[in-house]
């Protein structure tokens, strides 16, 4: 059973920056498929940024604002967050997807609040 911690979330005000950490107990391999997700109050659970080699997807509404890296060699994941909105506060998940292997992780969660 893997392990995802995140952290880094916080208040900040609309126009700064944060960066998100995820750190997996086990080895993450190049091919797996790591990314952020983020729940705001009353809405689903929608995909912000995913990896999984040197593919990179963004959701529309994040592009240009915020980049997704992974240093596999510390097993861990980022999303640096620039330019952010009032509309970005959510609670932002980790997830690890691992190729060819079973299982589908998630994180417990990092508040980020954006007050305008």
Do not use: H
């Not at 700064?16 to 659970?45: H, M, N």
């Not at 940024?49 to 994941?77: E, L, P, Q």
């Amino acid at each position: 059973q893997v392990q995802l911690v995140e952290s880094g979330g916080g208040s900040v005000q609309a126009g700064g920056s944060l960066r998100l950490s995820c750190a997996a107990s086990e080895t993450i391999f190049s091919a797996d498929v790591t990314g952020w997700y983020r729940q705001a109050p009353g809405k689903q659970r929608e995909m912000v940024a995913v990896i999984s080699g040197s593919r990179i997807n963004y959701a529309d509404s994040v592009k240009g604002r915020f980049t997704i890296s992974r240093d596999n060699a510390k097993n861990t994941v980022y999303l640096q967050m620039d330019s952010l909105k009032a509309e970005d506060t959510a609670i932002y998940y980790c997830n690890l997807n691992p190729w060819g292997r079973p299982g589908n992780y998630w994180g417990q969660g990092t508040r980020v609040t954006v007050s305008s």
